[in-house]
């Protein structure tokens, strides 16, 4: 069974700073790769996805890379912003049975200090 | 164009009471899912579907009955609601790779 790790649990940086969040998995037999970012109560939303034949993704000050040989998925964060606390979530899809099924892992929740 | 939506947002029901929750899309997604999200457990996969009229199981299925009879409902039922069913509920929809995401029904089973 797919297992998803993401460290660290949680993390607190101040206003400007560039952070990194990780994301590792044990089976390299994956189809793509999504981050999400989920605000307290609320949904998922898709942040970045990356197919397995990419090595990375970009959108504005987020970039999202895979290492399927290291089995490790990183997101870059540029100059944070308050506004970017949330949960993020790292999620691994695999074909089965013709359904690209996820595998999440727990999370890290951001908080960004003003 | 709306989506994911989920009905209802929120339920208290009482142990060995029935519900269904309702899911709907309209970007005309093939393939829909349902899963749990629980503290410390993070998000797992109850069932799916890879289109109309098709339903399977997934990681913890077991309490939970699905129907898939329109393109762009997806419905999960409790036929007899347990304490260990409070959870908070997602649905998703996929056309292929990219997963979307519902804002999620809260359900508490008391």
């Known amino acids: 069974k797919q297992e998803v790790t993401q460290i660290p649990a949680a993390l607190s940086v101040p206003e400007g700073e560039n952070l990194v969040l990780n994301c590792s998995f044990t089976?390299?037999?994956?189809?793509?790769l999504q981050w999400f970012r989920q605000d307290p109560g609320k949904g998922l939303t898709s942040l970045l996805l990356?197919?397995?034949?990419?090595r990375e993704q970009t959108s504005g000050r987020l970039n999202a890379s895979l290492d399927k040989s290291s089995g490790r998925s990183t997101l870059y964060i540029a100059a944070s912003q308050p506004g970017d606390s949330a949960t993020y979530l790292c999620a691994f899809a695999y074909s089965g049975a013709g359904s690209y099924q996820l595998t999440f892992g727990k999370g890290t929740k951001l908080s960004v200090i003003p | 164009n709306a989506g994911v939506t989920q009905t209802p947002k929120f339920r208290v029901l009482k142990t060995g009471q029935s519900m269904t929750l309702l899911c709907a899309q309209d970007m005309n997604h093939e393939y829909m899912y349902w899963y749990r999200q629980d503290p410390g457990m993070g998000l797992r996969l109850i069932h799916y579907s890879v289109g109309e009229g098709t339903t399977a199981k997934g990681e913890v299925p077991d309490g939970y009955n699905v129907s898939r009879l329109k393109k762009q409902n997806f419905l999960l039922g409790l036929e007899s609601a347990a304490p260990s069913q409070t959870s908070v509920y997602f649905c998703?929809?996929?056309?292929?790779?990219?997963?979307?995401f519902g804002p999620g029904t809260r359900l508490t089973v008391t």
């Open positions: 990356i197919q397995s034949s990419q």
């Open positions: 998703a929809s996929s056309p292929r790779n990219e997963q979307y």
């Open positions: 089976d390299s037999a994956i189809y793509n």
